[in-house]
């Protein structure tokens, strides 16, 4: 009875989430509730869970509890500690939840809702969950071994050697499009500079509370700490405006760039304590609230969906980065669906500290999941506004214009009306002087997340409130992304150099860490620049970068894994990693492929260089510009040989892991697993 | 009015553990269930620090 009871209760469920994707997909006319974005979602989420993850774990993985995990036999409450898995949950979400779930989709939402929800479920449920889930398991039974290891490990020293080198070549590129975002963010507008820049001193006295008054009491801090951003976003109202005051934080996107370089240097070189750890505290907790907030937004207003299921951009002429719908919507959409970069935590400090084998379902599987729902909010709030406001703020002036005017007629010429007075009011609504040109996607999810929390408290009184707070709540996290990456960057960089010259390998000399701090930021600050001063706005250009790196790092993690599940003689069950690892190889070749040489120059880097070394050769470049020009074609040309090496990269490790595949399958190599022996676990079943 | 008051001793028991506010007793705990020679505890300041050097010298937040 039990069983016929369960059954049918997970059909139900599977009909609702089959009906309500049916809903989504074949909907046309009227804005559509987002209550069918959620209910899609949530429906396949649960089913996904309930028998796709059982199965991996009991007949791909064999997950195994009544083995001691390493943090029963390593347990020295420092490094291997073990942890309840709620809580292990909430670390390891709280770790892999970036800005990516929210941009990507944000931006992806210019070919329509459709392609990105459907990749959002699909690629998250199928390929993202999977890769975190078994890298995970596969970290648990070597100890806690990193990526990198485990790759040079089981594929080869080739193998760990491409890894490493995928994961610099992703942070820096990473950390470039993080500071773009936020430069588009903060751009003329004094309110969210002032914000943003007040978190920078609230954090320094969190670190000294925490490094001298009360050691390690992070709630304590961390409860300061959100008092007082709650009331400097207020005061950003009053900064913005007293005319003297507005002055000072109104920057243009070139001196936001060389703050965040310097702010860059300044948080990799000062001690960990000071600036780091405090923003980090700081930036979980808002990170948390604001989740949450949308997600109770979303159900509470239930905002209907305005732009169409596809848009005409999916031919490829999109405003906010050029490109068809495929590969670029996969690409664009990337951490949200599937992320190499989760790779990275699931092989750190998770496997460490989880308590039983069984617990890597739960948290490996369950908190991409909810990442990727956190992608499906971000969509519905992109999507929810009008579709002309949307590509209002994220096109960038070199295609739509920097006028109201000139952007309303642009817009409503591709089929999306659009009020220039209706604009203005928005951006005086929200509290700032012009929406825009706006690329990068935080502000319109701002616009979006702000129009829901709205509705929900306050009303059009709380929205310029709500708005920042939302801008404020983005660029804090994604600056701790800034802060930690320059830092590991550094140490990467460190420990390179320290092959070459031993004193450079030192985390205690002055000297090493200041020159690997300016190197790492001068990398990153390089692509940084380029971008601000990229006429087309520098997102067209740097996230597709990202989105082929993330991807070709998750295609790295699937190869280990594949390579792993061979060895464990799982053959029946390699289609599991096989099918997203080929997808993902597809999507990353193709997307590089098209970057490089594509004949649109607005698609392909050399292209554009040569479209633009044409009109100087013509002379049809003003004097005054010919500078600029020479910069940006050797840009373009040094990011066609950037994507270059990335997609070189995959094709060398695929060759390295195709060999030894051959081998094993052929009986001609032994196949040798570096699992850690069996231990059984002392602990009782109930623990 | 009991569950309540249980329930949010588990709400605060987990974020204390989340939010590492718990670290340090942990690390005692494990430092006195440990077999052989026990080492002499770190002061709360040192283990702070320590953690935080090793939390961050691995990528420890995600894009």
Same mark, same amino acid.
């Given at each position: 009875m039990k069983r016929v009871l369960s059954a049918g209760i997970w059909l139900v469920v599977g009909v609702c989430g089959a009906g309500a994707l049916a =809903?989504? =997909?074949?909907?046309? @006319?009227?804005?559509?509730?987002?209550?069918?974005?959620?209910?899609?979602?949530?429906?396949?989420?649960?089913?996904?869970?309930?028998?796709?993850? %059982?199965?991996?774990?009991?007949?791909?993985?064999? *997950?195994?509890?009544?083995?001691a995990t390493p943090a029963e036999r390593h347990d020295d409450g420092r490094d291997f500690v073990p942890t309840n898995k709620w809580v292990l949950f909430g670390h390891h979400f709280a770790a892999i939840a970036g800005p990516g779930p929210l941009v990507g989709p944000t931006l992806a939402a210019q070919f329509g809702y459709l392609p990105g929800t459907l990749w959002l479920i699909a690629g998250a449920v199928l390929g993202g969950c999977v890769q975190d889930f078994v890298i995970l398991f596969c970290s648990i039974r070597r100890d806690g071994k990193s990526l990198g290891q485990?790759?040079?490990?089981?594929? !080869?020293?080739? @193998? !760990?050697? *491409?890894?490493?080198?995928?994961? *610099?070549?992703?942070?820096?590129?990473?950390?470039?499009? /993080?500071g773009l975002v936020i430069v588009n963010a903060l751009k003329s507008s004094p309110w969210a500079t002032f914000t943003l820049a007040m978190t920078i001193p609230i954090a320094l006295l969190m670190g000294v509370y925490l490094r001298y008054w009360r050691p390690g009491r992070v709630l304590e801090a961390s409860a300061l700490g959100v008092v007082l951003i709650v009331f400097v976003v207020v005061a950003g109202q009053w900064v913005s405006q007293a005319p003297s005051w507005a002055r000072v934080f109104t *920057?243009? !996107?070139?001196?936001?760039?060389?703050?965040?370089?310097?702010?860059?240097?300044?948080?990799?070189?000062?001690?960990?304590?000071?600036?780091?750890?405090?923003?980090?505290?700081?930036?979980?907790?808002?990170? =948390?609230? %604001?989740?949450?907030?949308?997600? @109770?937004?979303?159900?509470?207003?239930?905002?209907?969906?305005?732009?169409?299921?596809?848009?005409?951009? /999916?031919? @490829?002429? !999109?405003? /906010?980065? =050029?490109?068809?719908?495929?590969?670029?919507?996969?690409?664009?959409? %990337?951490c949200g669906a599937v992320s190499g970069f989760h790779a990275l935590i699931s092989s750190g400090t998770t496997p460490k500290m989880i308590l039983r084998e069984g617990h890597a379902r739960f948290i490996g599987y369950g908190a991409m999941l909810l990442e990727s729902f956190v992608g499906v909010m971000a969509m519905v709030a992109a999507c929810a506004m009008p579709p002309g406001v949307y590509f209002a703020i994220n096109s960038p002036a070199g295609i739509v214009g920097s006028t109201a005017q000139s952007a309303a007629a642009t817009i409503s010429s591709w089929g999306f009306p659009l009020n220039p007075t209706a604009m203005v009011e928005l951006a005086r609504g929200v509290g700032e002087q012009t929406l825009l040109n706006r690329a990068g996607g935080a502000p319109s999810l701002a616009v979006g997340m702000a129009q829901i929390f709205s509705n929900t408290i306050g009303g059009p009184r709380l929205l310029s409130i709500w708005y920042h707070f939302a801008i404020m709540f983005e660029a804090l996290f994604i600056l701790t992304v800034l802060d930690a990456g320059t830092r590991v960057g550094r140490f990467m960089l460190q420990e390179l150099g320290g092959r070459v010259w031993k004193p450079l390998g030192s985390h205690g000399w002055t000297p090493g860490i200041l020159v690997t701090s300016a190197a790492i930021v001068g990398l990153w600050g390089y692509f940084l620049y380029q971008g601000v001063v990229d006429p087309l706005g520098g997102i067209n250009l740097l996230w597709p970068l990202f989105g082929i790196a993330n991807q070709l790092l998750a295609a790295v993690a699937l190869v280990v894994a594949t390579t792993i599940l061979i060895k464990m003689g799982r053959w029946r069950w390699l289609w599991v990693t096989l099918t997203p690892m080929c997808a993902l190889v597809t999507v990353t070749m193709t997307a590089s492929y098209q970057k490089i040489f594509h004949p649109d120059p607005r698609i392909g880097l050399l292209s554009n260089a040569s479209a633009l070394a044409g009109q100087l050769a013509a002379g049809s470049i003003p004097a005054a510009r010919v500078a600029e020009v020479h910069r940006l074609i050797f840009s373009q040309r040094l990011d066609a040989v950037v994507c270059a090496v990335l997609a070189l990269m995959i094709v060398a490790l695929l060759a390295e892991a195709g060999r030894l595949w051959y081998g094993l399958i052929t009986r001609q190599i032994r196949p040798v697993l570096h699992e850690s022996p069996y231990i059984a676990t002392r602990w009782a079943a109930g623990d | 009015m009991l569950f309540l008051l249980r329930a949010f001793r588990i709400f605060w028991r987990a974020l204390r553990e989340w939010s590492g506010d718990a670290a340090y007793e942990r690390y005692l705990c494990a430092l006195q269930g440990g077999r052989g020679e026990t080492p002499a505890p770190l002061s709360p300041t040192d283990f702070y620090l320590e953690q935080l050097e090793r939390r961050y010298a691995t990528p420890s937040r995600c894009c």
């Open positions: =809903a989504i =997909a074949f909907h046309r @006319g009227e804005g559509l509730s987002a209550t069918w974005f959620v209910l899609a979602a949530v429906c396949c989420y649960l089913v996904a869970y309930r028998f796709y993850s %059982a199965f991996v774990a009991a007949r791909v993985l064999a *997950l195994d509890n009544s083995r485990m790759a040079r490990e089981e594929v !080869g020293r080739r @193998g !760990g050697f *491409l890894a490493q080198l995928a994961v *610099l070549t992703i942070m820096v590129i990473l950390l470039a499009v /993080v *920057l243009s !996107g070139t001196a936001l760039a060389f703050a965040i370089i310097a702010y860059g240097f300044a948080a990799s070189a000062l001690p960990v304590w000071l600036l780091l750890a405090p923003r980090d505290y700081l930036s979980a907790f808002i990170k =948390a609230g %604001a989740v949450l907030a949308l997600a @109770g937004g979303i159900l509470i207003v239930r905002p209907a969906v305005q732009m169409p299921a596809l848009t005409r951009f /999916v031919d @490829g002429s !999109g405003p /906010v980065f =050029a490109g068809k719908v495929f590969p670029f919507c996969f690409i664009t959409i %990337a | -």
